[in-house]
């Protein structure tokens, strides 16, 4: 069975930093290219990172919204996933998703894990 | 950053008649390599959402054959055949051509 389960959210005040983990089961991981994809509370869907394969070096990519706040990093050993995110603002309260690649964003999704930034 | 532009925002469709859902592209979503990296995705209510389609027409496993999807270059559409109530929520079209990408702003598709 396919699994992504996110994990990590919670409340944060501004300024603060967190950290998102993502553990998948049943898939294959270390191929794949893997993303962040986030929903603010009754809004769409907004993509914010993708990290690639070994093969393809790790290369990183973020949306200009989360650009040098946040960092993207993978354990292909844990089959795992993570998001670093630090000087949070309150535009960033969203549910978090990640997502495993194939033929292009989205092949498969976790749960979600909301993170809520507020004083 | 490439705009995508859903029509309509809000879809009321009697269960058993067709629905179709246009996603209109700022710019072209031809990449270089002639693949059109053009998705769709439902978020039934309180679930994550699910790729049904992509490169515009493919679907993804355990996609029932009633959703298609079709279009080129800026304009493409995602078709129901037949309603069913299991297909209420909110659809998104996505393009993976440019970066960043970039979702639609999603189409809410309820019973009428």
């Known amino acids: 069975e396919v699994q992504l389960v996110e994990s990590g959210g919670g409340l944060v005040q501004p300024g603060g930093s967190l950290r998102l983990s993502c553990t998948t089961s049943g898939i294959t991981f270390s191929d794949r290219f893997m993303d962040w994809v986030r929903q603010a509370p009754g809004k769409g869907l907004e993509w914010i990172a993708r990290?690639?394969?070994?093969?393809?070096?790790?290369?990183?990519e973020y949306s200009e919204s989360v650009k040098g706040r946040f960092i993207v990093s993978r354990d292909d050993s844990q089959e795992s996933l993570y998001l670093q995110m630090n000087n949070l603002k309150t535009e960033d309260t969203a549910t978090y998703y990640c997502?495993?690649?194939?033929?292009?964003?989205?092949?498969?999704w976790g749960q979600g894990t909301l993170v809520t930034v507020s004083s | 950053d490439v705009v995508m532009t859903q029509s309509p925002l809000s879809l009321p469709v009697t269960l058993g008649q067709p629905a179709s859902i246009s996603c209109n592209s700022s710019q072209s979503l031809v990449y270089s390599n002639g693949y059109t990296y053009l998705c769709w995705f439902q978020q039934r209510p309180g679930q994550s959402p699910r790729r049904l389609l992509y490169k515009v027409s493919k679907r993804d496993s355990g996609v029932p054959d009633r959703f298609s999807g079709s279009g080129s270059g800026t304009a493409f559409t995602l078709k129901i055949s037949r309603m069913e109530a299991e297909d209420v929520g909110v659809y998104y079209c996505?393009?993976?051509?440019?970066?960043?990408?970039?979702f639609g702003q999603g189409t809410k598709l309820e019973i009428k």
């Open positions: 997502a495993r690649d194939g033929d292009g964003l989205g092949e498969n």
């Open positions: 990290i690639q394969s070994k093969a393809n070096s790790y290369a990183t």
């Open positions: 996505m393009q993976g051509t440019h970066r960043p990408q970039t």
